[in-house]
């Protein structure tokens, strides 16, 4: 499984959340092939180290590319992947326009 829920007993609590576990999607990558078991051990001990998650200290060594790793994550999670082509390009009104303009 690719998440964790986390469930509230309440009825007016938050909806339920799920937790994203780095390990599991790591087995996973070396589990489809995506990546290879001394890949992600490297990855692992040098995030231990440096203080980034896994998943960064991947993409900052260059052991997998950023879309690679996108789709992977998308698969794992069982989402499709974002495709920017389906967004509108209207931005909210209540921004201000200056901040539109330089942003």
């Given at each position: ?15 339920t ?13 070396v ?5 290879g ?9 040098v ?24 789709t ?32």
């Open positions: 499984m690719s998440t964790i829920p986390v469930h509230h007993e309440s009825r007016d609590a938050a909806p959340i799920a937790r994203f576990e780095s390990g599991a999607f790591g087995s996973s990558l589990n489809t092939k995506a990546l078991e001394v890949e992600w051990k490297t990855a692992q001990a995030s231990g180290k440096n203080g980034q998650s896994p998943l960064r200290t991947l993409l900052d060594l260059g052991l997998i590319s950023e879309d690679d790793l996108a992977a994550l998308a698969d794992f999670l069982s989402l499709g992947a974002w495709d920017h082509k389906n967004e509108e390009s209207a931005l909210s009104e209540a921004l201000p326009r200056a901040f539109q303009s330089s942003n």
